[in-house]
């Protein structure tokens, strides 16, 4: 219904106040910090945090303030005592913050260049700085968010793309995230003895973003560029080195850092990598029988190993010379010297061997091993590990030149036989010095069962080791016949896995044996090798132990 009214009183111009601006006239920063600290429910400090992310975009005034009132010290100092209160979408306020959306508007053109699809585009970069105003689900697009259950499954924008291009589209929007607040990075996001005790979820989240950051295609060089001037990859080894992260955290961090690592190989970066990973093992104990004693078990070896198994996998991927042999001055070389040790853990130990086979594949780094006396020294060190399958079978990949990466996760006689190649007569073996080194680890092997034995017989105890491998022999000679190959096949013990352990040291270095006599009997390389004096002298001493 139509009404008339009188306006009465003078008329002014107005203009919408923003919150950026106006909370500086009431005490700025300092008051906005005040309401996180007093926030005692989530709803309080969703607002809270929703007001310090508006005031920081819509005035760098007040960036400038938090950072001059240390206000991310602070900002972290009162999350962490509201832990118990934080969840996802308050994590998303704290990344928005730290990052603003780029959308991308333009046409994709889709080419066919020698059968691969080339994507270009010619289009307008606009920042949206306002990212406040969305909602929580809209952010869901950018994997910080999703599915927990899905938590752990990667967020590969050329998979995007990619469904782009069989879709057939024309033009699509991308949103990407642009690292713009570096002091809310460094001081609350890296900070892990404030997400130390977060849930799994939120810490996977935020590693999430900063590896979103590092791996999406447009802004990876500014973002990278920023992340490097605070030294992610030191705050990511500090990380690690903490004694409270769970094993599916540490993975995300070595994918975000193997990342960091990939994009230009930075020599600074490296070092700081293999400096940690080699500080991860201290000096062996000698026993009081003047052996050394391996070291124990423990989360420092857990984080080793997978630091070794993504510089290996770094190391595959090279394919310049010239930059695989600085990698080996900076990285393999120094790894290789300090792991070869008697004290090392086995499962370390492995991924060493792995590495070691991998840069043997390089014909520079192979003969300059062999003339600083490298095989030897495997002879010497290599026994210490009699009880693990896996090196038995490192040693033989080298000798038939197969690769050794990947790794395989079970080791059975079946993939020692799937090494010999169909036409023995046209492959020449590599490496032939180090079958010593299987001979001396069997003659560890049964050494040390002997003197259990003796031991066991002295005491007046009888050994179950030495009767139950006295038993497997006795049963093996029922089945020795002409073709040796394929009745070893047929062999239980072979399509077993080999267990690794003290326990089951003999059996596999039986079986071990067993397969070098079927391979002499089938190579005449191989039994032409057996014939030198050297190795004669080492299967004599074998035989006497």
Same mark, same amino acid.
């Given at each position: ?83 118990a209160l934080l969840d996802l979408q ?27 699809? $080339? ?58 995230? *642009?690292?713009? $607040? ?26 999430r973003f900063l590896e979103h950051l ?18 992610? *990859? ?20 070595? @994918? ?20 940690? *990973? ?73 991924? @060493? ?107 007046? @105890? ?5 009767a139950s491998l006295t038993a497997e ?66 299967? @004599? ?5």
């Open positions: 219904i139509p009404r008339f009214g009188r306006l009465h009183g003078d008329i002014f111009i107005g203009s919408p106040c923003v919150i950026g601006d106006s909370i500086r006239a009431v005490g700025g920063m300092t008051i906005i910090l005040a309401v996180v600290e007093a926030a005692e429910t989530r709803d309080m400090l969703h607002m809270a945090l929703s007001l310090l992310a508006s005031a920081l975009h819509k005035n760098p005034k007040n960036v400038h303030d938090m950072r001059a009132c240390r206000g991310y010290h602070l900002l972290a100092l009162f999350l962490y005592r509201r832990m308050l994590l998303n306020i704290l990344f928005q913050i730290a990052a603003c959306e780029a959308s991308f508007c333009g046409t994709w053109k889709l080419q066919q260049n020698e059968g691969m699809s $080339n994507i270009s585009q010619a289009s307008m970069v606009t920042y949206d700085h306002g990212t406040m105003a969305r909602s929580p689900d809209e952010f869901l697009a950018f994997g910080f968010l999703g599915d927990l259950e899905g938590f752990m499954e990667e967020k590969d924008l050329v998979n995007c793309i990619s469904e782009v291009e069989s879709a057939g589209l024309k033009q699509q929007n991308l949103n990407c995230m *642009v690292l713009s $607040n570096v002091d809310m990075v460094e001081h609350v996001l890296l900070d892990w003895t404030l997400w130390a005790t977060a849930t799994i979820p939120i810490q996977i989240a935020l590693l590092v791996l999406m295609n447009w802004y990876r060089i500014h973002n990278l560029a920023i992340l490097r001037q605070i030294n992610l *990859v030191k705050y990511l080894l500090i990380t690690m080195q903490r004694d409270d992260i769970e094993v599916t955290v540490l993975e995300k961090l070595v @994918v975000l850092l193997r990342s960091i690592l990939g994009d230009g190989f930075i020599g600074s970066e490296l070092e700081l990598v293999v400096r940690f *990973v080699i500080m991860s093992f201290g000096p062996p104990e000698l026993a009081e029988d003047h052996q050394v004693r391996r070291e124990p078990m423990g989360n420092h070896i857990i984080v080793r190993n997978m630091l070794l198994e993504m510089l290996i996998d770094l190391q595959v991927a090279i394919k310049s010379e010239e930059v695989l042999e600085q990698w080996h001055r900076i990285v393999s070389s120094k790894l290789i010297t300090f792991f070869l040790d008697e004290a090392i853990h086995p499962t370390s130990m492995r991924w @060493v061997m792995i590495l070691l086979g991998v840069c043997l594949t390089s014909s520079s780094f192979s003969l300059k091993f062999h003339i600083s006396g490298g095989f030897q020294g495997l002879t010497g060190i290599l026994p210490s590990f009699y009880d693990s399958p896996e090196v038995y079978y490192i040693l033989f990949c080298l000798v038939f030149g197969k690769d050794v990466y990947p790794r395989l996760p079970e080791v059975r006689m079946l993939d020692f036989h799937a090494l010999i190649p169909r036409c023995l007569s046209q492959n020449e073996l590599k490496f032939v010095d180090l079958l010593e080194s299987v001979v001396a680890m069997a003659k560890t092997t049964f050494d040390k069962l002997s003197l259990e034995a003796t031991v066991a017989c002295e005491a007046g @105890v009888h050994s179950p080791v030495s022999l006795a049963e093996e000679t029922k089945h020795i016949g002409v073709e040796l190959q394929g009745e070893a096949l047929m062999h239980k013990t072979y399509a077993a896995r080999l267990m690794g352990g003290t326990a089951e040291a003999p059996a596999a270095a039986a079986s071990i044996l067993r397969f070098m006599v079927d391979l002499a009997k089938m190579c005449h390389q191989f039994s032409a090798i057996c014939q030198r004096a050297d190795f004669l002298k080492c299967c @004599v001493d074998l035989y006497f132990s």
